[in-house]
């Protein structure tokens, strides 16, 4: 493999823009390479070196992309004051124009990973120093609890020489009596040392990914320097001892913190048993796991879904169906293909997303070590649609079991379904099944939860599968009445039951519309987000009025509304869901940061266009003389928005993805359980505290967290507070708690 492809494949989608530009370089070497063949003997590269100069001096944006806003004080570096040293160096190796440009080049790409490396770095390092607090809590509230405290912490010394520790004597934790230098830590959720083991595992995969982002540039540099002495002449050992002196080369801290962050965990997470800690820790390598078994089943179970299927479309088309009732159980198989058959495009979706490297596991805040790949989606949705096929077929031919009757195989089918999906037994995804559970338990509940990105984007899935939802009172009905009577005891043609149970989508997305709202009361975008959803239900609602009541007053205002929501969420799908139409970006018309090719864009925002407005073939399907049957029209009418849904969800995701490029975000973050204030206290303070006999009963533990004062803090009065996330309980101080 072709080391520029390996770096596409292994490098960190989200910080991308930090590596080495290894294909920017390598053409810059062919650039070199061809004039130096080209140049007469003996010329001269001094006008070379000036504009060497005036690279160097010349602001980085003219070079390469500008850094995030947050590395603004590391941006101000990348210019390093052994400028003159380099250009020196330069002098020495009598380099030709195109050279100075390959070398100059390469020297701002090393600054640039350096300074990042750097900024990482010491984001990790910080990290690791609140885990240990977290640690010593929560460690601290479990001795209570067990009535024995310990007498150390997991906290040292920190690189700037400050020592943070919790004041433990003996069985007493001493707290100042002062109550505005004492300190609580109330827990923020029910289960903390679950919080806190995720958020380790979320830190170590942020180390990995740092480990993988040093190796990777340190062996770009080696790479692109072997390429340019083969192709130019010019050997690099003398930029490659400048380079070596980078913090990029020298630093060992994130391994470092690899073994301390292994230690720690295998203490406080897997009893000291370091084998267990390394397989939760470790990332499985998903290329090597086997997965010739899932696709054998996958194809298997799809090639004997296949004769059902044919034998009963040939029924349908060839034979026709007379008979109401089973004109009923095809609207209710109608309803129930929906779903499964975009679980085979969830399941493209995934590869998609894999193959233009959009971290949709990210996005979604999985567990990268325990997650669902496009294989084990396919093989799911091939089991759903082999039970799927076969009751069909089934149920249209009464030779099969005829003590059976017509109406039970679409129940007997859901029945199956929510068997497989509710299965306790650890087999058969159940992760990933437990995550979907809980993921329609949110939805369901919209409103009472804060709104995750799972949450809204399922919601606007489910939104896309009306025609699921129509069919479920039929179903229901068809398991209560018998089918001849059907439209006698449910009225499906004059009842409000089926418009009212096709808003549900809408009115989730509503709910958490103005939940985001409450959460965070902006009122763009999460109120302008809600009128698009006020407008779905307005049409809704007006299609059934005019239905019900054959209002053609009804039917205009149908159609007003229906052509005003339907512009309405087309504008926000491109504009604010998919991002594009973004100013000042070298894209035109898209955004600044794009992962398809260009054409994916426009070809996406036509299709919604259309596809938006597929409506309009419903509202005389007598008109087109190509359906004998409204019914089969509003099926495919529906498969039409399903396709349309799943364009809008490969550009979706995309645009969620490249906001986390460019914040840098790589891993999940996890906001630590205990909330941590540190106090600076002066050594005579922290000397002369007065222990207390303790009076009263306590609701919790108390800790002090101190922190010896820097000479230039002992003036500041101020509180630092870290790692805020979530309300302060009240704490009344004690001067003495004994463990």
């Known amino acids: 493999m072709k080391f520029a492809k390996y770096l596409a494949e292994n490098s960190v989608p989200e910080w991308r823009s930090r590596y080495v530009n290894y294909r920017g370089l390598k053409k810059l070497v062919k650039q070199a390479s061809a004039a130096k063949s080209s140049a007469p003997a003996g010329s001269d590269s001094q006008d070379s070196l000036e504009g060497s100069s005036e690279a160097l001096n010349s602001p980085p944006s003219a070079v390469a992309p500008k850094l995030h806003t947050r590395t603004s004080t590391v941006e101000s570096g990348l210019h390093l004051q052994d400028d003159a040293e380099f250009l020196l160096a330069l002098e020495e190796v009598q380099l030709g124009r195109e050279e100075v440009a390959f070398f100059t080049k390469l020297d ?7 300074a990042f490396y750097r900024m990482k770095e010491s984001d990790a390092t910080r990290r690791l120093k609140d885990l240990h607090r977290q640690c010593d809590i929560m460690m601290q509230k479990e001795a209570t609890g067990n009535e024995q405290a310990p007498r150390h912490t997991f906290l040292g ?8 520790r919790f004041i433990i004597e003996d069985d007493e934790i001493v707290i100042p009596e002062s109550a505005n230098d004492a300190e609580h830590f109330a827990p923020l959720v029910k289960n903390p040392k679950h919080r806190l083991q995720k958020a380790f595992l979320e830190y170590y995969r942020l180390l990995e990914l740092l480990k993988n982002f040093r190796i990777i540039n340190q062996t770009s540099l080696t790479k692109i320097l072997k390429k340019n002495e083969k192709n130019t002449g010019t050997q690099g050992d003398w930029y490659l001892a400048r380079a070596k002196r980078l913090h990029l080369f020298v630093s060992n801290a994130v391994d470092e913190l690899i073994t301390q962050t292994e230690t720690l965990f295998t203490k406080v997470f897997a009893d000291g048993n370091r084998q267990h800690a390394m397989r939760s820790l470790r990332i499985p390598d998903v290329k090597a796991q086997d997965s010739g078994v899932v696709s054998w089943r996958t194809g298997f179970l799809l090639g004997m879904s296949l004769p059902p299927i044919i034998l009963t479309l040939r029924k349908v088309f060839h034979d026709g169906f007379p008979d109401p009732n089973v004109t009923l159980i095809l609207l209710v198989y109608g309803g ?3 779903p499964i058959l975009f679980l085979f495009m969830y399941a493209l979706l995934l590869v998609i997303w894999a193959r233009f490297h959009v971290n949709w596991v990210l996005v979604f805040e999985l567990d990268p070590r325990d997650y669902l790949p496009p294989e084990g989606f396919s093989e799911f949705a091939s089991v759903l649609f082999f039970l799927f096929s076969y009751t069909l077929y089934l149920a249209l031919d009464d030779n099969i079991l005829s003590f059976i009757s017509l109406k039970w195989y679409p129940t007997i089918l859901l029945v199956i379904i929510l068997l497989i999906v509710l299965n306790p037994l650890d087999i058969f995804y159940r992760s990933s099944r437990s995550w979907f559970i809980r993921s329609a338990a949110r939805i369901v509940f919209s409103g009472f939860f804060p709104v995750q990105f799972r949450d809204f984007f399922i919601t606007d899935l489910l939104s896309s599968m009306t025609y699921m939802f129509v069919s479920l009172p ?5 398991a209560v009445y018998d089918l001849d009577n059907l439209d006698a005891h449910c009225g499906f043609s004059k009842s409000w039951t089926v418009p009212a149970i096709t808003a549900i989508p809408a009115c989730w997305r ?12 902006l009122r763009h975008p999460h109120l302008t987000n809600a009128l698009k959803y006020c407008l779905s239900l307005s049409v809704i609602f007006l299609s059934a009025t005019a239905k019900i009541t054959d209002s053609s007053v009804a039917r205009g205002f149908w159609i007003l509304f229906a052509i005003l929501a339907s512009c309405y969420a087309y504008f926000w799908d491109v504009w604010f869901d998919w991002g594009l139409f973004q100013r000042q970006n070298k894209n035109k018309y898209l955004r600044k940061v794009i992962v398809y090719p260009k054409w994916v864009y426009g070809t996406a925002i036509c299709t919604n266009f259309v596809l938006r407005l597929s409506w309009v073939f419903l509202l005389s399907p007598n008109n087109w003389g190509l359906f004998q ?10 498969l039409m928005e399903l396709w349309r849904r799943f364009i809008w969800c490969i550009i979706r995701m995309e645009n969620e993805h490249t906001n986390n490029i460019g914040n840098f975000r790589a891993v999940t973050e996890v906001p630590l359980p205990f909330r941590v204030k540190i106090i600076p206290l002066t050594e005579n303070a922290f000397a002369n505290r007065k222990k207390k006999p303790r009076s009263g009963s306590r609701t919790g533990l108390s800790i002090l967290v101190h922190r010896d004062p820097d000479p230039q803090e002992e003036d500041e009065d101020s509180m630092v507070e870290d790692d805020i996330v979530g309300e302060e309980h009240e704490f009344k101080p004690t001067s003495v708690i004994k463990t």
């Open 157 to 164: 010394p920190d690189h700037e020489g400050r020592q943070e």
């Open 510 to 521: 509503l709910a958490q519309c103005l939940r985001r709202y409450h959460d965070t009361p």
């Open 108 to 114: 701002y790409e090393m600054r640039k990973a350096d």
């Open 336 to 338: 129930m293909s929906i």
């Open 474 to 478: 039929v179903l229901v009905c068809s």
């Open 629 to 638: 049957d409204a019914r089969l029209l509003v099926y495919l009418q529906a």
